[in-house]
């Protein structure tokens, strides 16, 4: 009995430390539309149990509710997120019935998996317990996790929608990647969900378009490849990606659709079908049990993905960088305010830290942040679209408040929030952020804090244009996240990219002429265009219609007036844009002009120090390289390439070792990683001698119990 109880343990202990399995819990938070209430999910076999609990709905004589493909994009303006979820989750084509909502009212097994209401009647307020056993799933191949609810008007319109997302103790556990695709043909990114390291579903959302419009849909090839995908990806150059493909699996496998266990890991196409691609968004969502990893040592992060035709035509790569989740922050002299956005299919969580004294108002302001910001009633709440104005008799919810105010929003605990965007064209970063108590205003900046990222060891990025002798100046900055130890295993000549985020741009100028406009130009004065899309100069037209903030791609990357960037509202957010790598804007030169030629004149973009590397380069104490030395960044110098053919005479090597570009040799580049490998490698062995440790005094403990 002894020995069977050990035996038992032990394989508890096994379990837990290789991984739970499969997710057996979600949910969907709502707050919004005059709605207030979650429903959550947990399964048990083949049934699931769902719990409807509402506190505020606006019709309570019952309001349809179905599973739908797509997760919510909470950068987006509340009115229309719900409208870019796709269909009812209809994996078996049920909706081809005849005569589908009779049929489904008398009979539920022959309705839509994601028919919520159709199989157990109408939401309503109150709490609710349903089990089904009709088809809905939590884990692999037909999974509903980081899909969306939509709640439906009594006239059968969208009301409200949010994510499904799984149950787990902090939100911070779902590791996130992302291959973003920004070249001349395809534009979009795949988005990569894994909830921890004890689960073995992976969730995968697609949303690819063409970047040049006017080629037909078509279904293509998509697989992993064991190399990143290098700068040259984003004017279409695969080469660097190679041709072995990822797999960690033996033998001529069958691969069957509904196991990826069955399959080798790069077999998406087999796995998940044709993806899709035209000129409007072509969404699709997967799920897969005991497949691609995101974590641990055949992790996927920093391979590739590879994008071709039936016929084996390569059309488009990209590096798979894992997400860093922003981190947003205002600190004043006895207060503070924190939010988290995980991702842009999570609403953001807020909270206040440090108690609050007598404060009558609290927000995120339009007007950019600098040190001498005049702070009083003048400000204006940040709001770039309306709010939610309920009718007579319907419950206020979060979207009745300006994006910015926060009055009443703000606790001492995480709340979720569905309308604070920290990334995407509507994202709050860079603004000024103010209190106010009594009579007294106080101002702070919005600002990304890298410092909390920890492990994924964020850095920002800053650069700035003056223009002389007007007193007017422009900056940059951009979070830069990588996985150092990842990087330092390659070559100082082919370093995969930085994942980087957005930038954001800030323009002090007072007095300036408020028709001015901006964009960047190259060293020669040309419109700064890297990746080749359908310039302004080759068809206005067309690249009217096309370019736009939500479809940056589709936009030359320096047309900082086509992006509605608007500056002259002191604060823009640029989604294409790099400060550092091949295609960085440093060292490039920012124009402002009029449409009328009153005022034409340029600033060079001049790279500042960025934040956290300072002044440690060579000197450096091995102690202290992991926090101060930036690995070498390869980049080139500023020389303007034509055309792709053009491309490989382009520039020579030079180096970043601190934030700047130094025009430090190779040799002082790779002896800089080097003193990052040894601290690297030492740090991976402490890590795995404590978790051996660990493990052998849990056994010697249960030893000793019997």
């Given at each position: 009995m002894?020995q069977?109880?050990?035996?038992v343990l ?10 739970a399995?499969?997710?057996?819990k979600a ?5 919004g ?9 947990e ?14 709905l ?6 349809g ?6 997760p919510v ?12 979820v ?16 009779t ?9 839509e ?7 157990h009647?109408?939401?309503?307020t109150g ?8 088809g809905?799933?939590?884990?692999n ?5 980081f899909r969306s ?7 059968s ?13 902090s939100?911070?556990d779902v590791?996130?990647a992302?291959?973003?695709f920004?070249g ?5 990114s ?5 909830p921890?390291?004890?689960?073995r579903?992976?969730y995968i ?9 006017g ?6 090839d998509?697989?992993?490849?064991k ?16 041709e072995?493909?990822f ?7 069958t ?22 691609i ?19 040592e055949n ?22 960088k ?12 006895t207060?503070g ?18 108690s609050?004294?007598?404060i009558?108002r ?5 007007e ?8 009083n009633?003048s ?5 770039p679209?309306?709010p939610?104005a309920?009718?007579?008799g319907?419950?206020?919810t979060?979207?009745i ?6 009055t ?11 309308t ?11 603004r ?19 410092s ?7 850095f ?10 007007s ?5 940059f ?10 990087i330092?295993?390659d070559?100082?000549t ?12 800030f ?18 004065m ?13 068809n206005?037209?067309?690249y ?10 589709r936009?030359e ?8 960037l ?9 989604t ?9 804007t ?19 973009i ?5 934040e ?6 060579s000197?450096c ?23 792709p053919?053009?491309?490989?005479a ?7 070792v ?10 002082e ?5 080097a ?11 402490l890590r ?9 005094l849990v ?8």
């Amino acid at each position: 009995m002894v020995q069977l109880r050990l035996v038992v343990l032990l394989l508890a202990l096994v379990q837990y430390t290789l991984g739970a399995g499969h997710i057996k819990k979600a949910y969907a938070h709502f707050n919004g539309r005059g709605v207030v209430g979650r429903i959550s999910f947990e399964e048990d076999g083949d049934q699931v149990q769902i719990t409807t609990s509402f506190t505020s709905l606006p019709d309570n004589t019952g309001l349809g509710y179905h599973v739908h493909d797509w997760p919510v994009e909470y950068t987006q303006d509340p009115s229309l997120r719900c409208g870019e979820v796709g269909g009812h989750y209809d994996p078996y084509d049920k909706q081809s019935t005849p005569n589908y909502a009779t049929v489904c009212m008398n009979n539920s097994s022959k309705c839509e998996v994601g028919d919520l209401s159709g199989k157990h009647g109408k939401l309503m307020t109150g709490n609710s317990i349903f089990s089904d056993t009709l088809g809905l799933s939590l884990s692999n191949f037909h999974s509903i996790v980081f899909r969306s609810i939509v709640i439906h008007n009594t006239d059968s319109s969208r009301l409200t929608c949010a994510t499904i997302l799984p149950e787990t103790d902090s939100a911070s556990d779902v590791i996130i990647a992302r291959a973003r695709f920004n070249g001349p043909t395809v534009g979009g990114s795949i988005w990569f969900f894994q909830p921890s390291s004890a689960a073995r579903d992976t969730y995968i959302h697609s949303d690819l378009f063409f970047t040049n419009s006017g080629s037909e849909e078509t279904n293509y090839d998509w697989s992993i490849y064991k190399s990143p995908a290098g700068s040259d990806a984003r004017r279409g150059v695969c080469t660097g990606v190679g041709e072995t493909r990822f797999t960690t699996r033996t033998g001529d496998l069958t691969c069957d659709a509904t196991d990826a266990s069955t399959c080798h890991e790069y077999e998406l196409t087999n796995k998940h079908g044709y993806l899709p691609i035209g000129n409007g968004r072509n969404r699709r969502s997967f799920s897969e049990y005991d497949g691609i990893k995101l974590y641990g040592e055949n992790r996927i992060t920093n391979l590739s993905i590879r994008i071709e035709t039936v016929s084996g035509m390569v059309i488009a790569c990209a590096s798979i960088k894992k997400v860093s989740f922003i981190r947003a922050t205002a600190d004043f002299s006895t207060y503070g305010i924190q939010a988290i956005e995980y991702s842009p299919f999570l609403p953001t969580h807020i909270k206040y830290t440090r108690s609050p004294v007598d404060i009558t108002r609290q927000s995120i302001n339009t007007e950019g942040y600098y040190s001498g910001r005049v702070c009083n009633s003048s400000l204006q709440v940040y709001s770039p679209y309306p709010p939610f104005a309920p009718a007579v008799g319907v419950n206020y919810t979060q979207d009745i408040y300006e994006v910015g105010n926060l009055t009443d929003v703000l606790s001492d605990t995480w709340v979720w929030h569905n309308t604070l965007p920290l990334s995407g064209p509507y994202s709050t970063i860079g603004r000024t952020a103010s209190i106010k108590y009594g009579e007294s205003w106080e101002c702070s900046e919005w600002q990304d804090d890298f410092s909390y990222r920890g492990e994924d060891r964020s850095f920002i990025y800053r650069a700035r244009a003056v223009f002389e002798p007007s007193p007017c100046w422009v900056s940059f900055s951009q979070r830069v996240s990588s996985d150092v130890y990842e990087i330092i295993t390659d070559t100082p000549t082919n370093l995969p990219d930085f994942d980087t985020g957005e930038v954001t741009i800030f323009e002090y100028c007072p007095g300036g002429n408020p028709s001015r406009k901006y964009r960047i130009q190259t060293t020669d004065m040309t419109r700064y265009n890297p990746y080749w899309v359908k310039s302004a100069a080759m068809n206005l037209t067309e690249y009217d219609r096309d370019c736009s903030p939500f479809r940056p791609e589709r936009c030359e990357v320096g047309d900082l007036d086509r992006l509605d960037l608007e500056l002259t509202r002191w604060t823009g957010i640029h989604t294409n844009l790099e400060l550092l790598g091949r295609y960085r804007t440093t060292g490039r030169f920012l124009q402002m002009y009029t449409d009328g030629g009153g005022m034409d004149t340029t600033a060079e973009i001049v790279p500042l120090y960025s934040e956290r590397f300072s002044v440690c380069i060579s000197s450096c104490e091995v102690a202290n390289a992991r926090t101060y030395i930036v690995p070498a960044i390869h980049t080139l110098v500023d020389v303007t390439c034509e055309s792709p053919e053009e491309d490989s005479a382009c520039g020579a090597n030079e180096y970043q070792v601190d934030g700047r570009v130094t025009g430090g040799s190779a040799s002082e580049a790779e002896q800089n990683l080097a003193t990052l490998s040894r601290v690297f490698s030492a740090g991976y062995q402490l890590r795995a001698t404590f978790l051996f440790t660990s493990l052998s005094l849990v056994l010697l403990s249960l030893l000793y119990m019997y």
